[in-house]
């Protein structure tokens, strides 16, 4: 099983903001000093676009309701 983690902005904060944030954020996560300080502690750092997130996410929501579908996990 992975772990994984996004950082997202509130719904309907507008698009030049999340386009800024993003910006700013991949500079951080992507240099080299922040990604060695990251794998020290077992993770693997990497940036995306907030398109390549919004499909990773939609993505493993299939893929766990499945799982849980097919595990017969009901809530209590």
Do not use: C, H, Y
């Amino acid at each position: 099983m992975d772990s994984w983690a996004g950082l997202f902005a509130p719904a309907n904060t507008p698009a030049d903001i999340v386009a800024r944030l993003n910006a700013e954020l991949r500079k951080v996560i992507d240099d080299p000093a922040i990604k060695a300080t990251i794998a020290n502690v077992g993770f693997e750092a990497f940036s995306s676009s907030p398109a390549e997130l919004d499909a990773f996410v939609k993505a493993q929501l299939i893929a766990w309701t499945r799982m849980i579908k097919d595990a017969g996990i009901q809530a209590e």
